[in-house]
Every structure is written in C-alpha cells, then in structure tokens.
C-alpha cells in the first residue's frame, strides 16, 4: 500500500492514459473499473494485474485480495488526485491495470476448454461467434450473457470490439475477464473448420425462410452448438451465413424488425441450452 500526494508522481503514469484504448492495447494492458470488477481480475488465475490505484473508502471493499497479492502495487490517493490522473472525474473509486493474455489461435481454445471441462456437465460443448459487432456494451452485454448461460468461449472475427476495452468489460460485469476468448482471422473458414469437428453452427438471421430458433432445441441438446451473430445493424455478411450449418430466427410481434444483438443472444442461448444447464446461485463463479 502506496499512499502518493501528487498527480504528478511517476509511479502513477500508467494509469494516465485509461482514456486512450489504442495506447493501453499497445502496451499490452487494460484497464478494470470500480470495486466489482477490479475485484474479478485479482481474483483471476488467468489474468496477471499490474498496478491498482484506488481512493482510501475504495481500498476497504478489495483489501481482501489485495492482502492475498503483496507484490501488487497499490497506490491510495484522494478523489482529486484520481481525477486528475486519469483526466476526469471517476466515481467508482478504483481502477486497475491488466496484463492483457497472449494472442492464442480460437482452435486451441476449443481443445483447451474441452480440456478444462472434462469433468463438467457441458465438456466445451457451447460458443458464441460474433462478426463485425462493434459496439462496445453490445459485445460486453454478450459476454454477461454467455456468462450467464454455462457458454464455454467466445470467437469473435477481427472486425468486433475489444472485449477488454474498459466499458466493454464493465458492462460485461467482468464476464470478459473469467470468459476464454480467442479472435478468428480466417473467417468465416473457421466456421466450415467447425462444422468439420462436429459443431453445428446456428446463424441467426431475419431471413423468413430461417426456421424458427425453438425447432431446432430437440437437436442442439444432443450437439454441439455454436450461436453465431453479426452486425448490429446489417446481420451476418452472405459468406458467413452460408458457412453455417444451420439458419434461425425469433418470432416477433407484427411490425417489430428485429431486437437488440445481445438480447437476441440471451434468447438463443436460453432456448437451445435450456435442457442441459441448471443454475444454482450457489454454483461459483468460474477464475
């Protein structure tokens, strides 16, 4: 525990450009927001968290895990001085500084997860692959979802949003930082290379000669199953949806054109998962 008096102060130069993503992406970090969060990534086995700058009330609610971790650094500064570090005024009380994982090839994720779960109901059996999502809460909100859901990893094409941009990770409720993840430059190759494993990949789509997504739950349970998504605005690109095994929809109201990305997601995870997954607020949150 550092207690530091000046803005100015050098150990504090890390955390000046939390505002700047392409600068913190090029360093290698990222950055982790408010007492929940920042909790979830010291908490992590995976992720590696470099430094924490946190307001003295803030410091109460993690010093648990801090306590666990001596050789993280932890600079305690007033509400001023954090305001005028990260150059506005931050509410929350706390930010951290994340190592960001090594690059790692979305094949390896499926065999290391299949891995990672052997002993597990599921055995790697669900993802969810997203093309040219760019919203930053759209891919977050996703994230919670899979989350929420017992989804094994997410792929996500080249064209999406950082899942550990700072808001993408906030509205995540740090779902991206426990989630495995891996970003597919073949694309949509990797969907047929899927296909080829015995994966059946469900593209989602408004397309009104999609069955409708509740036909296809008898057959996703004894799959499987991949829930593909794409732009917020455009849906998946023709190549994409014709590298997928199968073409869902959801049934709406009359006049209604579509819904929400994430809230898509949830719905189609929930309808082809629901015979495998049961939740208990007991279950621990996956590190």
Same mark, same amino acid.
């Given at each position: 525990?550092?207690?530091?008096?000046?803005?100015?102060?050098?150990?504090?130069?890390?955390?000046?450009?939390?505002?700047?993503?392409?600068?913190?992406?090029?360093?290698?970090?990222?950055?982790?927001?408010?007492?929940?969060?920042?909790?979830?990534?010291?908490?992590?086995?995976?992720?590696?968290?470099?430094?924490?700058?946190?307001?003295?009330?803030?410091?109460?609610?993690?010093?648990?895990?801090?306590?666990?971790?001596?050789?993280?650094?932890?600079?305690?500064?007033?509400?001023?001085?954090?305001?005028?570090?990260?150059?506005?005024?931050?509410?929350?009380?706390?930010? %951290?500084?994340?190592? #960001?994982?090594? *690059?790692?090839?979305?094949?390896?994720?499926?065999?290391?997860?299949?891995? +990672? !779960?052997? $002993?597990?109901?599921?055995?790697?059996?669900?993802?969810?692959?997203?093309?040219?999502?760019?919203?930053?809460?759209?891919?977050?909100?996703?994230?919670?979802?899979?989350?929420?859901?017992?989804?094994?990893?997410?792929?996500?094409?080249?064209?999406?949003?950082?899942?550990?941009?700072?808001?993408?990770?906030?509205?995540?409720?740090?779902?991206?930082?426990?989630?495995?993840?891996?970003?597919?430059?073949?694309?949509?190759?990797?969907?047929?290379?899927?296909?080829?494993?015995?994966?059946?990949?469900?593209?989602?789509?408004?397309?009104?000669?999609?069955?409708?997504?509740?036909?296809?739950?008898? %057959?996703?349970?004894? #799959?499987?199953? *991949?829930?593909?998504?794409?732009?917020?605005?455009?849906?998946?690109?023709? +190549? !994409?949806? $014709?590298?997928?095994?199968?073409?869902?929809?959801?049934?709406?109201?009359?006049?209604?054109?579509?819904?929400?990305?994430?809230?898509?997601?949830?719905?189609?995870?929930?309808?082809?998962?629901?015979?495998?997954?049961?939740?208990?607020?007991?279950?621990?949150?996956?590190?």
């Amino acid at each position: 525990m550092i207690r530091l008096e000046s803005a100015n102060d050098t150990r504090l130069a890390g955390f000046q450009h939390v505002g700047d993503p392409e600068l913190m992406t090029r360093d290698g970090l990222f950055v982790a927001e408010g007492r929940m969060v920042v909790r979830r990534l010291l908490d992590s086995r995976r992720l590696e968290t470099r430094a924490v700058l946190a307001t003295p009330a803030a410091l109460e609610s993690i010093r648990d895990l801090l306590d666990a971790r001596p050789a993280v650094p932890v600079y305690v500064v007033s509400q001023d001085v954090m305001d005028t570090v990260t150059g506005f005024h931050f509410h929350r009380g706390c930010l %951290a500084l994340g190592v #960001r994982p090594p *690059a790692r090839h979305w094949s390896s994720l499926i065999d290391s997860r299949r891995a +990672e !779960a052997s $002993a597990s109901a599921f055995g790697a059996r669900r993802l969810v692959i997203l093309e040219r999502i760019g919203n930053v809460d759209n891919v977050g909100a996703i994230f919670r979802n899979a989350a929420a859901f017992g989804v094994d990893g997410v792929l996500l094409q080249k064209d999406c949003a950082d899942p550990l941009y700072r808001k993408s990770i906030r509205t995540s409720m740090a779902a991206s930082l426990s989630l495995p993840y891996a970003w597919v430059e073949a694309w949509p190759a990797a969907l047929a290379d899927l296909a080829e494993m015995g994966w059946m990949t469900v593209a989602l789509t408004l397309s009104p000669t999609a069955r409708e997504l509740s036909s296809l739950a008898d %057959a996703a349970s004894e #799959r499987k199953i *991949a829930v593909v998504l794409g732009h917020e605005g455009e849906g998946l690109t023709p +190549e !994409a949806l $014709a590298s997928c095994t199968h073409q869902a929809r959801i049934p709406m109201a009359a006049g209604i054109d579509s819904l929400n990305v994430a809230t898509a997601a949830a719905i189609a995870l929930y309808e082809l998962g629901r015979t495998e997954y049961v939740y208990s607020p007991r279950d621990p949150l996956p590190r």
